[in-house]
């Protein structure tokens, strides 16, 4: 962490940002970002590292420990637009076939994202803690759990068509799915899931 520092200063001028547009968009003073950059401040709360990140348009994983934009890591899943993979830049992965349920063990071309839900966000179908993984697309694949764009916030729903070939959404806790509303849409399947351990 004694190289946070200078990394946080080469990524705000990789990112074209002087420290007082860092500041607002982090939400703290200019001379906190100085401070940072200097080292004078080397302990950084998790929040406070996640709206770095997030404004800096890096993975936290490459603010930390610098290089290593080409690993995987986990990207906060939140309520609000625009879905993770498209506010962060962070690393897509290759699921192996053997960690997806038998349902979903098609061959997976396309790109695809592990997120955990940030701190204070809660999602249907979702722990805490728990990884997710999961491949943008806005069409139905098949019936499963799918991260959809409702009311312009992202959540989870469990997905499936009708007889009619209409989309019909189902909550955690409702038995009767509900149709579609018309300002809906896919945004990502849920290919693979993976809890946190209560050790």
Known sequence: ?????PRIKELRLEANLNKA???RRVGVSDVTI??????AIRQIGHERLVAL???LDCTLSRLLEGGGEHRPTPLPLRHKLPAPWQALAGSHIEVPRDLLPASRRQKWQRECYLLTPAPGDTFD???NHDLV???PTDRFRQPGLYLVEENSQL???RVSKRED???QFSKQDEDAPYPAPPDTRLVGMLLARWQASTL
């Open 133 to 135: 993984a999961v491949a």
């Open 165 to 167: 070939e209409a989309l």
């Open 125 to 127: 179908f979702l722990s």
């Open 155 to 157: 959540c989870v729903r």
């Open 21 to 23: 547009a860092l500041a």
């Open 34 to 39: 100085s401070y940072w950059e200097s080292g």
């Open 53 to 55: 990140a997030q404004a």
């Open 1 to 5: 962490m004694d190289s946070l520092g």
